[in-house]
């Protein structure tokens, strides 16, 4: 990928104006920044009801979940965060990050033709390989209401044995190059649609909740029927995956039968 791949703040201005019915409250795309959600969680859109948007052409301290980082190395894959802020403190969040696997598992659909599968809470999955992943943060101490930053990480166009040493999945991690069979994927083009699919998500959700979304995450669940181990604070929980219930939690049934409602955890698939 050339450096002139980069991610053009003025074509996405643009596109986002012909369509968004929300405002947006300001574009930013940096260089090289230690992690875009860091940076809108200290830089909270001004307004309410407004999206500020944030894209790095490489991370330093991209992050993931539980203190993970996450692999961001110089245009090779799209960093973005988004950042909308609430007057009061929207519930549900494990919901929202599963809302926003939806958005773009209809931007990869749209765009690329490619059709992922989302495996619970926050994973971007391709041919069982990891493309991306999501983390939902909240801004503590925001002056008035809070901010929620929904940050996203797409793997692009990586080297092969880098795809194989960043993940902790089985078979490594993956790019949309290699998904989609070509490598001229426009990252200003995703960073649209997911920006626009979001900042409806975000508009909408204090209302509308996930119910828009659920149908269409339970027809993409990756997990569903397997044998899983789920990781949390507590022991241990083994069972069969059975699918989420309407607040987005992970439905477990155990060996005895037993169903458990997990909304919080790290879910690994064991072999059988
Ligand atoms: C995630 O965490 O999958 C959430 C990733 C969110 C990244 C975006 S980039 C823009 C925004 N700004 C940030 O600072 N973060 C967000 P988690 O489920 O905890 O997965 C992390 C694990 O995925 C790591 O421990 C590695 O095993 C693996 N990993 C790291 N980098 C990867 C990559 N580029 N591709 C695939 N797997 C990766």
């Not at 929207?90 to 989302?118: H, K, M, N, Q, Y």
């Not at 569903?224 to 439905?251: E, H, M, N, Y």
């Amino acid at each position: 990928m050339s450096a002139s791949d980069r991610v053009d703040p003025h074509r996405l201005e643009s596109l986002l104006a012909r369509q968004c019915e929300f405002a947006i409250d300001r574009i930013e795309v940096f260089d090289r920044l230690e992690s875009t959600n860091r940076y809108l969680l200290e830089h909270a859109p001004d307004t309410d009801q407004s999206l500020r948007v944030c894209v790095a052409e490489e991370q330093t301290g991209g992050r993931g979940r539980r203190g993970r980082a996450w692999h961001s190395p110089r245009s090779s894959g799209l960093y973005l965060s988004v950042g909308w802020r609430y007057a009061g403190s929207p519930s549900r969040l494990t919901a929202l990050t599963l809302a926003a696997g939806v958005i773009i598992r209809r931007a990869l659909g749209e765009l690329f033709g490619i059709d992922i599968r989302l495996k619970w809470p926050n994973d971007v999955v391709w041919d069982q390989r990891k493309l991306g992943g999501v983390l939902v943060e909240l801004a503590a101490g925001a002056p008035r209401g809070c901010c929620v930053v929904v940050g996203i990480g797409i793997n692009v166009a990586l080297p092969d044995e880098t795809l194989a040493a960043i993940s902790d999945w089985p078979r490594g991690a993956v790019d949309l190059r290699s998904a989609v069979g070509r490598a001229d994927c426009d990252r200003t083009a995703l960073a649209w649609a997911l920006c626009l699919g979001i900042g409806r998500l975000l508009a909408a959700y204090a209302d509308e909740g996930f119910s828009a979304y659920r149908t269409e995450w339970c027809s993409a669940d990756h997990l569903r029927g397997t044998q899983i181990k789920v990781q949390g604070s507590g022991a241990d929980l083994l069972g069969t995956a059975a699918g989420i219930d309407a607040d987005g939690a992970l439905i477990v049934l155990d060996g005895t039968g037993r169903m458990h409602r997990v909304i919080a955890g790290d879910v690994s698939v064991r072999a059988t």
